[in-house]
């Protein structure tokens, strides 16, 4: 069998992408409650960036989440305005005020994540702090269901 086939088999897939079920608001209108997700374990080649969706562990619970904060980065809310070192942050998720105002330095092992409902997102990094490396579970990469909605994320 060809080398590259292996990477293929239907059991070295469930090792690598896991299945998750979107339960709140938190994140809509990207991800809706009752989608359903497809999570890649092996972020770690790629890295994270602002903008991923990453499925963490916080409090025995996965949480579904944004990252705007890369390691190193102080994360800041002024006046409703996400801030980034200091900089209004480009932030395409939200067009509300964001709340409440604070200010973050993301360690180096870390990263800041956001609901895109801000409204209904209270278990983020405004409240549980930045989420360290050893509980970022996976990122998000596609919604399959409801299949009207399935995509690449």
Known sequence: ?????????????SLRYRRFRAADHSMTPAIEPGDFLVADRAWERRGLARG?????RSDGRHMIKRVVGLPGETVGIEGGVLMIGGRPASDTW????TRPDGEWVVPSDSWFVLGDNR??????SRTLGPVRRSDVHSRV????WPW????TI
């Open 94 to 97: 939200w067009h509300a005020a």
């Open 52 to 56: 991923d969706i990453v499925v963490f």
């Open 119 to 124: 409204a209904n997102s209270s278990a983020d």
């Open 141 to 144: 990469v596609a919604r399959y």
């Open 148 to 151: 009207r909605r399935a995509r």
């Open 1 to 13: 069998m060809p080398r590259h086939a292996a990477s293929t088999h239907p059991r070295a897939l």
